[in-house]
């Protein structure tokens, strides 16, 4: 690719590493990349980050044909700059664009520009303890006319935001509510992809879940509000009786790729795991019978994210006795060990910008 670079004429103040939020300021470029039936992909550039000037018919802002990823830039000790499988977001990035009938890229392209934006902002890259730079790739179709229809023209863009320590004061369990009457997907729906309906999908029940107190949602299927899903926009494990049990991927679970690392970190550990279908009432069993160990989210963001209770039909069920478990800690220590390049990477899964 030739990626056209026009540079900021006014570089922004970089924010405070001590204070920062999730999400919340930019760095000082963009990149972009249109589509259209006759050139493909093309024109792909670096420019100021700014707002983007969209016609209010815009096929995605009414019919939400749009995709998006997350991961993130580590620097390391000795000032390197570390992605943490790139090539699977980048996959993945694909495989949600043909879910949504968006024309897919090449992989390389899209690993080509993250590289690219990301060195040209890696004075953005927070050093301080557990500080990265989260990079958050998407796709939106850009067609200006109304109409239920897949668009014609689509625009790729990756923006990118320093964020601060997901436990700033050290990794802790949170509290979970079983949902049991809303669901966030179905087999046969889109529960695979990272689009947005998704996460509207999610807000309802994860609002009413906060006004009761609670950090996220366990998600059951859509068909008997039965078998465990996810837990809020994380994969989720559960510690049984020594065995690490994941929902196995139906077509209503998102492919983590922190899940898919967990999972390939505990085999070369010797630790059984198993993907297979898992149901809220054996957890309930387990926990009664005190073999449920741990439980823990898994996603890019937090990493690795305790449990410490579950609250299923006005019951609660505490795990560990709300502490964090081994398996969490000793995954959470690992997996950002070698994010930040302090622990020695023998499965390649680093690639440095
Ligand atoms: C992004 C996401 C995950 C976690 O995926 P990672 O690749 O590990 O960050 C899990 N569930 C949902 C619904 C997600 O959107």
Known sequence: MNIRITKSEKLKTKPDQATLKFGRTFTDHMFIMDYCEEKGWYDPKIVPYGPIPLDPSTNVLHYGQGIFEGLKAYKTKDGRVLLFRPDKNAQRLNASCERMCIPEMKEEDILEAIKALVSLEKDWIPEKEGTSLYIRPFVIASDPFLGVHASHTYMFMIILSPVGAYYPTGINPIKIYVEDKYVRA?????????????????????????????????????????????????????????????????????????????????????????????????????????????????????????VGELMYKDHSYIINNNQTGDISRMLYDTLTGIQFGNIKDEFGWTVEV
């Open 186 to 306: 179905v087999k046969g729906g889109m529960g695979t992809s990272k689009t947005m309906g998704n996460y509207a999908a999610s807000l309802y029940a994860q609002q009413k879940a906060e006004e009761k107190g609670f950090v996220q949602v366990l998600w059951l299927d859509g068909i008997e509000r039965k078998y465990i899903e996810e837990v809020g926009a994380m994969n989720v494990f559960f510690k049984i009786n020594g065995t690490v049990i994941t929902p196995e991927l139906n077509g209503s679970i998102l492919p983590g790729i922190t899940r898919m690392s967990v999972i390939e970190l505990l085999k070369s550990k010797n630790i059984p795991v198993e993907e297979r279908r898992i149901s809220v009432d054996e957890l309930i069993e387990a926990s009664e019978k005190g073999q449920l160990e741990e439980c823990f989210g898994a996603g890019t963001a937090a990493v690795i994210s305790p």
